[in-house]
Antibody, heavy 123, light 107 residues
Framework: QITLMESGPTLVKPTQTLTLTCSIS??????????VGWIRQPPGKALEWLAL???????RYSPSLKNRLSIIRDPSKNQVVLTMANMDPVDTATYYC???????????????WGQGTLVTVSS | DIQMTQSPSSLSASLGDRVTITCRAS??????LIWYQKRPGSAPSLLIY???TLQSGVPSRFSGSGSGTDFTLTINSLQREDFATYYC?????????FGGGTKVEIK
């Protein structure tokens, strides 16, 4: 059974750096063809893709947020960590981590999701 | 970035109805189109990938079609658990982008 679980602060102040951890069971972050991504949803708004890290450590970032984001893997803990710098109230959202499975035609989609963690940015 | 436009943004339907949701891409994406269902307070759930391939475990009343720029999600015989918001996502080019969502409500 695949599970992903997000953890991190629920409240951060403006200008602070957010660090979120995705703890994974049921598959390895080293599994060929697999990636783990982060997606967020501000209250009442649509989903927004943030970042993706592949089994081979290739990384992709949202161009609009690239300068603020960093994603890394920790195979020893089977975790993926996302950091987002210079947080602003508009970054208030539920943050999800999700698995991108192996895809023969290189399709980036997410078949297993964590329950999400609500992060509020406020002073 | 490729823009994904869903229509309608919301709709009201009755149990047993057939519902159709459309998703239009700002440029051709082949069949690199995914559909998710999201219920309030829950994580998104994968329904369909590659425009028409049903994810394992998803009821057969869900179906997807289309290619290029125009795509459709159809729900046959709407069930109570189908009242949710549906999102499309393109995976033809980075960054992956989502549509604005279609909320399916009970009439």
């Amino acid at each position: 059974q695949i599970t992903l679980m997000e953890s991190g602060p629920t409240l951060v102040k403006p200008t602070q750096t957010l660090t979120l951890t995705c703890s994974i069971s049921g598959f390895s972050v080293n599994t060929g063809g697999v990636a783990v991504g982060w997606i967020r949803q501000p209250p009442g708004k649509a989903l927004e893709w943030l970042a993706l890290i592949y089994w081979d450590d290739d990384k992709r970032y949202s161009p609009s947020l690239k300068n603020r984001l960093s994603i890394i893997r920790d195979p020893s803990k089977n975790q993926v960590v996302l950091t987002m710098a210079n947080m602003d109230p508009v970054d208030t959202a539920t943050y999800y981590c999700a698995r991108r499975p192996y895809s023969a035609n290189d399709l980036d989609y997410f078949d297993s999701w964590g329950q999400g963690t609500l992060v509020t940015v406020s002073s | 970035d490729i823009q994904m436009t869903q229509s309608p943004s919301s709709l009201s339907a009755s149990l047993g109805d057939r519902v159709t949701i459309t998703c239009r891409a700002s440029q051709s994406i082949g069949t690199y189109l995914i559909w998710y269902q999201k219920r309030p307070g829950s994580a998104p759930s994968l329904l369909i990938y590659d425009a028409s391939t049903l994810q394992s475990g998803v009821p057969s009343r869900f179906s997807g079609s289309g290619s290029g720029t125009d795509f459709t999600l159809t729900i046959n015989s709407l069930q109570r658990e189908d009242f949710a918001t549906y999102y499309c996502q393109q995976s033809d080019s980075s960054p992956p982008t989502f549509g604005g969502g279609t909320k399916v409500e009970i009439k």
